[in-house]
């Protein structure tokens, strides 16, 4: 957004450098001696086109004149060459001949020259020439300050938006997760973990980003679903599990159509984090590679996390156990290839659990790149994921005292 404008700068207020390229030392003393007469300009002489083409290596000078007929590299050879440099393609170039050659001047002006004085040179005629050049690099200047400025702002903008989106995505998922007893910290480890599955899988730091970024939202649809149910602390009935999976069309409904990528990319994970890799999941059923790979990575960090985690119908499953259910749903529940993923990760995966505090986990949030089974039934935990309670086998750890059953 566009806060300020830029200040106007003056070039001529400043150090302005000319370069006067010519091999008579007399010609060169004359024009450097005429154009110290403007004022607050440093003039440079070189009497040798190489060299000169050395020193616009080394400095870019505001404005050249450059003699036609020199030894070794004429005045046009020198405008083509100087013209491929990056910081010369539009600087001012006035071509100083003796030539009333009509070829030569329009060659000069094919090869990029702004201006021409013919020898021998009036002096005022100099002046005024080279102070229009100077004009021309004094708005060179301007434009792209200008330039600079509304870029950077705009930049700015898009960061700042970037960031509001970032902020209205947590906001959200905070609320939905609260409204199932959570505090945040659930959807920031599944964040968390589904950034690392997804760099594990070569998806690069922009990718897994976006995936880390729209993670917390697989569960948005709950937001349609009835504390009753979504509170219950016993099973569901065969009803209210049809209406608890509902939230996965809720929240395809809620996000699709999104216009940029995060929102996309967020759909297709809440529409596709209850698949499973055999294709018993919901809703669609999907199978395989025709889950959307971004669904089965969060797919697998939920899982995960919702079965080390207690709540009000399950207790926690301990870290281990839940490492194993997870490695034994790979090609039944989940993508194999997350899983050998997972499976590298469990040292990190060890560090994120311990963290249930949400500040630690939300300056991580910030952190700067078909076919359908229908009578399936889990082959683990793990499936349970993508399962229901009042339709999945109950199952209990060692020691618990209610099923570690996932109704995320
Ligand atoms: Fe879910």
Redesign the pocket.
Known sequence: MLTKLPEIVNVRDDITSVLVVDDSCSMLAILESTINKIGKIDVATCDNPVKAMLKCAEFQYDVILVDYLMPGMNGIDFLRKIRKVEHYRSIPIIMLTSQHDRNVRIDALSAGVNDFLTKPFDPFELRARLSNMLALRNAQRQQAKLVAFLTNDVEQAMREMALREKEMIWRLALAVEARDGGTGAHIARVAEISRLIALGMGMGEACSQLIYLAAPL??V??IGTPDAILRKPGPLTAEEAEIMRR??KH?VQILRDGATELLRIAALI?GG??ERWDGSGYPAGLKGEDIPLEARIVAVA?AFDAICSERAYKSGMPFEEAFAEIVRGAGSAFDPACVAVFKQLKRELLEIRTHDDIEHLHEALKRPPVEKHQNARPKSVAGAHIEHAAHAPRRRHAGAEAPAVN??
């Open positions: 697989h569960d649809g709950k939230h996965v929240g809440a984090h209850h939920d109704r995320d």
